[in-house]
């Protein structure tokens, strides 16, 4: 089928778009392309998974960038405008909106930061929210009747989500931080208050995304004479913001044992991972039975280089709870 094109008198207030689109074209592409390298090369830190997820948001937007300077590319140079390539922008459009506010909903709950995977709730709730906030979009971009009213419903339960995840989590740490203190624990402070200015960083830059949406929809002028400037005025801010939110949560080496995380969050008491360790020998690791010990790692003492007998260092989950008691026949527990 041949494609449909369309012949038409532009307004030369348009002129300048092309220009702009491959400008922000490359440096999209350029931003796209160090991120997935510099993803690839780090692959091996376990918040990895958090940064493959990011790294789809620049490609999108390269590849409606793509698209747009095709569109208007064509639409002056070669006097065609193809109804197709206008679909593709507005395609590329939704799903980079849609991209974007998924990412920052896993970053707000934690997910590769504060947990190695989301629970089963929150996996649902966060594609729930994703496929409502794509649908919205689509019908408001098509000038459906009372979808703008949807859209402003959603673009608030979902800032209302990230906001509250954000402050659970910082509250979480700020808990995490003062118990380190209390108990005289060094080792996590480091992991712990990094990921505590992370999340700092990433509320500030939702509470700038926040403004940002609503200046755009409150902007009632549709004039094209100035649609140039409005349109490099929003990229550079959309470029801005993923900039900032992508250089905090780029992958590197953080902290010592900032990977280290319980697999899901746990409802119940916070505790630092890991507080406690137990030391054993291989005997007594055999009739071992408590569920709340995560790994028996087996390893040499250190300070005596001489001993051939081998230790099995038990580490307790960072998901456990607490033991209420403990009986006479259990070990003892040791800072660690």
Aim: charged residues 15%; aromatic residues 14%; contains cysteine.
């Amino acid at each position: 089928m041949e494609p449909k094109t369309v012949h038409v008198g532009l307004d030369e207030s348009f002129r300048p778009l092309p220009s702009l689109y491959l400008a922000f074209l490359s440096i999209w592409f350029l931003s796209a392309c160090s991120w997935t390298i510099n993803t690839y090369k780090n692959r091996h830190f376990r918040a990895n998974n958090l940064q493959w997820t990011l790294a789809s948001v620049p490609l999108i937007k390269a590849l409606q960038l793509t698209l747009s300077f095709l569109f208007w590319y064509s639409c002056f140079h070669l006097q065609i405008c193809s109804l197709w390539m206008s679909f593709g922008v507005y395609v590329t459009g939704i799903l980079f909106q849609t991209a974007s506010f998924v990412s920052f909903l896993l970053i707000s709950h934690g997910y590769c930061i504060m947990c190695e995977r989301l629970s089963v709730t929150e996996r649902r709730s966060t594609a729930a929210l994703g496929c409502v906030f794509y649908l919205t979009l689509v019908g408001y971009r098509a000038s459906v009747p009372y979808f703008t009213v949807l859209l402003l419903l959603n673009y608030f339960i979902s800032f209302y989500v990230i906001f509250h995840h954000i402050s659970q989590n910082l509250a979480v740490l700020r808990e995490q931080l003062a118990f380190i203190e209390d108990e005289d624990v060094q080792a996590m402070h480091d992991a712990v208050y990094t990921k505590y200015i992370m999340f700092k960083k990433f509320q500030g830059a939702m509470q700038i995304v926040a403004m940002a949406e609503t200046v755009i929809y409150l902007n009632v002028d549709d004039s094209s004479e100035n649609y140039w400037l409005r349109l490099l005025v929003r990229e550079w801010a959309q470029f801005c913001i993923f900039l900032y939110i992508g250089w905090t949560f780029r992958s590197q080496d953080l902290a010592p044992r900032f990977s280290v995380m319980p697999t899901t969050k746990s409802k119940g008491d916070t505790m630092v991972p890991p507080i406690y360790s137990i030391e054993m020998d291989a005997a007594a690791f055999k009739a071992f039975s408590r569920h709340e010990w995560h790994i028996g790692v087996p390893t040499s003492r250190s300070h005596d280089k001489s001993s051939k007998e081998s230790v099995l260092v038990i580490i307790q989950h960072p998901n456990a709870h607490r033991l209420s008691s403990t009986t006479s026949s259990s070990p003892s527990t040791s800072p660690v």
